[in-house]
């Protein structure tokens, strides 16, 4: 089993940057995908932002924050991170790191496919 932390999250101006990180402990594998959701104010779902997977760097956004976030990953730390540019105040969510080792290519975007989940970290921007 695998447990994940998430950590770089706080509150920055419209326009602003922040990185998010996971760190991945326990039963982890190089054959693990790595994806990242948020959940919103007043909103039930949580939904997908981005997603990889470990190895082949394989790696797809969400329209609403492509070319603005950016999914990486650092083998020797066993740390994924969600580079996060030109933040605008609908970006405010707590956001949560997944993982799965048994997910297909075309499932990284969908929630239920993710067994392990980190406690996620608040992000939040202000215009």
């Known amino acids: 089993q695998a447990q994940l932390v998430e950590s770089g999250g706080g509150t920055v101006q419209a326009g602003g940057s922040l990185r998010l990180s996971c760190a991945a402990s326990?039963?982890?594998?190089?054959?693990?995908?790595m994806g990242w959701f948020r959940q919103r104010p007043g909103k039930e779902e949580r939904e997908f932002v981005a997603?990889?997977?470990?190895?082949?760097?394989?790696?797809f956004y969400a329209d609403s924050v492509k070319g603005r976030f950016t999914i990486a990953r650092d083998n020797a730390k066993n740390t994924v991170y969600l580079q996060m540019n030109n933040l605008k105040p609908e970006d405010t969510a707590v956001y949560y790191c997944?993982?799965?080792?048994?997910?297909?290519?075309?499932?990284?975007?969908?929630?239920?496919?993710?067994?392990?989940w980190g406690q996620g970290t608040q992000v939040t921007v202000s215009s």
């Open positions: 326990g039963r982890t594998s190089s054959r693990y995908a």
């Open positions: 997944a993982a799965d080792n048994s997910i297909i290519q075309s499932d990284l975007g969908r929630m239920a496919a993710y067994d392990y």
């Open positions: 997603a990889m997977r470990w190895t082949g760097g394989y790696s």
